[in-house]
């Protein structure tokens, strides 16, 4: 008997299927960490319109926490070679399908540092625990805590991590004057030049404490100021052996991992509000 003809195609599919297990057991993965009150997990919801819980008073996160995102789109396959449709004369042709694909992501939420001496050892143990399964890690900062040495002491515990770190400086917002421009949702020129000295300053600050310098993007989750270069540094500080899963992320925006669902939500609430605005402008 012939030997059955090998479908030119089942390497690139045994291929295919090894890396959908390898992002299946270890998706692409990053943590948000840092000192208690920061924003982390205001991070991660502004981010991705998540409802991780969140305190304006006291501690809230205790534990590590997942939040496991996707992305489903229709990726052109050629059809299965069974599926070939050659009638007599006709030369075989793959017809194309669009195969639903999903991308995933996951963010991992931490506990604050520094909320009580009494939990640090426990969630330091966490932090040694956790952060090895994280691609990169966010390490959050607020714009309006000068006092570095809190963070300098727990980055030198957990220096092993240094490579996968980008830093963080959140609440621009509230940064004196305080006087951001909503209506452009920027900060005021005076605003922003001291943003820009606070940037530099912990720059200096965090590059002495780890001995290089660091990835340091600001940005403000309240206003979903900058969540974009945010990402982008995100996926740019991926390490090197994982550069493959994290390419293809890198055609999406942080708001394609928002769920169906919630972006109908949003885009009926920005066209209300539009709606709104415009009957205003109408009556005026
Ligand atoms: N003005 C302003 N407030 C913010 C911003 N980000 C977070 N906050 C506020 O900061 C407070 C703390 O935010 P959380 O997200 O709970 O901080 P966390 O780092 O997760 O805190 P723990 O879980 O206790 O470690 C909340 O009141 C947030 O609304 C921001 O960009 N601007
Ligand atoms: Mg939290």
Redo the contacts with the bound molecule.
């Keep these: 008997m012939p030997e059955k003809e090998k479908d030119p195609q089942d390497p690139l599919r045994e291929i295919l299927a090894m890396l959908e297990r390898e992002i299946a057991e270890r998706p692409p993965t990053i943590g ?1 960490v ?13 981010l991705f319109r998540t409802s ?11 534990e590590f926490e997942d939040v496991d995102l996707s992305v489903r789109f229709n990726a052109p396959l050629a059809a299965d070679s069974s599926e070939k449709s050659s009638g007599p004369g006709e030369s075989p042709v793959a017809p194309q399908t669009n195969a639903p694909t999903r991308v995933l992501l996951r963010v991992v ?5 520094g ?1 009580d001496l009494a939990l640090d050892d426990r969630y330091l143990e966490q932090y040694l625990e956790n952060l090895p399964r994280c691609d990169v890690v966010l390490w ?1 900062m ?1 714009a309006r805590n000068r006092a570095i040495a809190l963070d300098q002491m727990y980055l030198q515990k957990l220096s092993r991590f240094y490579d996968k770190i980008v830093f963080g400086i ?5 940064v004196e004057p305080m006087d951001w421009h909503t209506g452009y949702n920027i900060p005021s020129r005076e605003q922003e030049a001291n943003i820009k000295a606070i940037s530099q300053d912990r720059l200096e600050h965090l590059a002495s404490a780890i001995g290089r310098k660091p990835a340091l993007l600001y ?5 979903g ?1 900058r969540l974009e270069h945010l990402f982008k540094a995100l996926l740019d500080a991926c390490p090197e052996n994982r550069r493959w899963i994290y390419a293809g992320l890198k055609n999406f925006s942080h708001l394609d991992f928002i769920p169906a669902e919630t972006q109908q939500k949003l885009v009926f609430r920005a066209t209300r509000r539009l709606a709104q605005m415009l009957s205003k402008s109408d009556h005026r």
């Design positions: 948000v840092g000192v208690s009150g920061v924003g982390k997990s205001s991070t991660i919801n502004s991780l819980a969140t305190s304006g008073t006291v501690a809230r996160t205790k939420d931490a506990p604050g540092l909320e959050v607020s959140n609440q621009v917002d509230l940005y403000s989750s309240r206003y100021y």
